[in-house]
């Protein structure tokens, strides 16, 4: 993923690395995807789980 700012690059990386920038995407009004935030959710309530759909969908399954 590419990070433009009036025209000029300001991050170039990963979709993992650049949507678990909380500064970055702050910095930029940036929008998290769904999945990304869900996982992160998920890790403040002590479940670690991979950026997958079916993953997240089966940890909170799990939630109670």
């Known amino acids: 993923i590419i990070i433009l700012e009036k025209g000029k690059i300001v991050a170039q990386d990963k979709p993992e690395k650049i949507f678990t920038n909380d500064e970055l995407i702050s910095a930029h009004k ?13 890790k403040k309530r002590g479940i670690a789980c991979k950026n997958d759909l079916n993953e997240i969908g089966d940890a909170l399954c799990r939630l109670k």
């Open 30 to 42: 940036l929008e998290v995807p769904f999945v990304y935030q869900m996982q992160k959710e998920l």
